[in-house]
């Protein structure tokens, strides 16, 4: 049912995403948290029938794994709630002085987003840690859009969560290519090497942004 995405395939995927990237990060804090929101309630509303796909594909128990998208969808409205407080954005200012010698200029930095981010699905965890999993949610809250590498292990439980954040990102108006999945092995030639793509892992976390003057 899913092959392997294309060298080709890719390449459109990584330029949507970067085309998304310089819209998607201009956009309010807020924009991003009912995005978010807008995943979670997707997810839920996605019922029993993501329930027992997830249950066939990965023979993970019933119990587990409503226990794993109920933590799922929890990091969306966490993170998304954290992406409108607005504190992690570590904003500074330092106004100048013009009495010292020499002059003091005002500085302002803050962090911001430094492109799109790739999420490699994790095979024991369909929900936490694959489409739309905490490193999903930690990119998004940033301003970054988010290629998956969906996990052959769960391949028909990822799309059903991609569709899910599709929708939500249709109905919150999100610009195209702020959340792709492709299948099978990342062949691009540019592939790990794209200057705009940053790789998901726990460090890749504190990556997404970097500390720019303003």
């Not at 106004?95 to 010698?101: E, F, H």
């Not at 905490?134 to 998956?148: F, K, Q, R, W």
């Not at 195209?176 to 892992?201: D, E």
């Amino acid at each position: 049912m899913f092959k392997d995405s294309s060298a080709e395939e890719i390449e459109k995927i990584m330029q949507e995403s970067w085309d998304a990237f310089h819209e998607y990060r201009k956009l309010p804090l807020k924009a991003r948290a009912e995005f978010m929101r807008a995943i979670a309630t997707e997810l839920e509303n996605a019922g029993d029938a993501l329930i027992q796909t997830a249950m066939r594909e990965t023979n993970l128990p019933e119990a587990r794994l409503r226990g794993e998208r109920a933590r799922t969808i929890f990091q969306l409205q966490s993170y998304g709630q954290a992406c409108e407080e607005g504190s992690w954005l570590e904003a500074r200012i330092d106004t100048a002085v013009p009495s010292k010698t020499p002059p003091k200029p005002d500085i302002r930095k803050m962090l911001v987003p430094m492109g799109p981010v790739v999420v490699f699905g994790a095979s024991n965890f369909p929900f936490a840690y694959s489409t739309a999993g905490g490193d999903t949610a930690c990119a998004l809250a940033a301003g970054c859009p988010v290629i998956v590498k969906a996990h052959p292990a769960h391949a028909e439980t990822s799309e059903i969560v991609a569709q899910a954040i599709l929708m939500a990102a249709e109905k919150c108006k999100m610009p195209k290519g702020v959340c792709a999945c492709s299948w099978g092995r990342l062949r691009s030639r540019k592939g790990a090497g794209y200057s705009s793509l940053y790789k998901s892992s726990w460090i890749y976390r504190f990556l997404s942004w970097r500390e720019a003057i303003i």
